[in-house]
């Protein structure tokens, strides 16, 4: 069973960046594919990033891709989501996941409870 939780989250200005984090307990975090998922009020949770449990392969939406980047520590059982260039559509709920590979979140076996990042135009 493994623990998941985020922080980071906060308020920035359009064009800003944030760093939000997963911290990890209770399980071999190096064993998981892990992702980044958000939910914007009202709307589907919708897949933002993955990565592999080496962090040779990542992965991102369309939506983030070249503002958004994901990293994991696992000998410290950290991953991390470095966003940039961020706009008010990226407004939402951060939720991090851990499980097998893939977008959705059916792939996912345990969850955080999320973070919130609001972004102001």
């Known amino acids: 069973q493994v623990q998941l939780v985020e922080s980071g989250g906060g308020l920035v200005q359009a064009g800003g960046s944030l760093i939000v984090s997963c911290a990890a307990s209770g399980g071999t975090f190096g064993r998981y594919v892990m992702g980044w998922f958000r939910q914007a009020q009202g709307k589907e949770r919708d897949f933002v990033a993955s990565i592999s449990w080496s962090g040779g392969t990542t992965r991102y939406a369309d939506s983030v891709k070249d503002r958004f980047r994901i990293s994991r520590d696992n000998a410290k059982n950290m991953m991390y989501l470095q966003m940039n260039s961020l706009k008010p559509e990226d407004t939402g709920v951060y939720s991090c996941?851990?499980?097998?590979?893939?977008?959705?979140?059916?792939?996912?076996?345990?969850w955080g409870q999320g973070t919130q990042v609001t972004v102001s135009s």
């Open positions: 996941a851990a499980g097998r590979p893939g977008t959705d979140p059916s792939a996912y076996d345990y």
